[in-house]
């Protein structure tokens, strides 16, 4: 059964990847299946965690999982790892931490991919994925994404 309070790992739980504005503006169902949550514990549980127990601050994910609707929604590109639970946006303080969290994540981390996001308007943020099958991470990362 699907429980938003559940914790994915010591300081995240699933509501804070399945919640959004847009799904609630829209009226759009954005819970994940079983096979989405597991990818969303992995994830955490490789990346995320890490990296908050690294940053010693809170994390705010901007955007993690993804129902077909929403992506469609918010104009997500059409395969997108966030569509399976495999990928969160993180919302960034500043600059900085956001350079320094991306240098963590490549160095400490077994990632698919880390995206330093941003654009023109000046919206930066960082784009992380993980499989569970590690031997399919592809450990790519890439400082300056424009997004669409
Ligand atoms: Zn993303």
Redesign the pocket.
């Known amino acids: 059964m699907y429980n938003p309070e559940m914790k994915l790992s010591e300081n995240f739980q699933l509501k804070e990847f399945v919640d959004s504005q847009t799904a609630e503006r829209l009226k759009i169902d954005n819970r994940p299946d079983w096979e989405a949550v597991i990818n969303l514990r992995n994830l955490c549980r490789e990346v995320l965690q890490p990296l908050r127990d690294y940053a010693q601050q809170p994390i705010h994910i901007n955007?993690g999982y993804r129902s077909l609707l929403l992506n469609e929604a918010v104009r997500?590109v059409g395969d997108?790892?966030?569509l399976y639970g495999q990928?969160?946006?993180l919302h960034l303080p500043n600059l900085d931490t956001g350079r320094r969290w991306y240098k963590f994540i490549v160095e400490h981390t077994d990632f698919d991919q880390v995206?330093f996001?941003y654009r023109r308007t000046g919206a930066r943020w960082l784009?992380i994925s993980c499989r569970r099958d590690r031997k399919s991470n592809r450990h790519m990362a890439i400082p300056n994404f424009p997004a669409r």
Request: hydrophobic share 25%; charged share 20%; glycine share 10%.
């Open positions: 955007s997500g997108s790892q966030h990928a969160a946006d995206l996001e784009h």
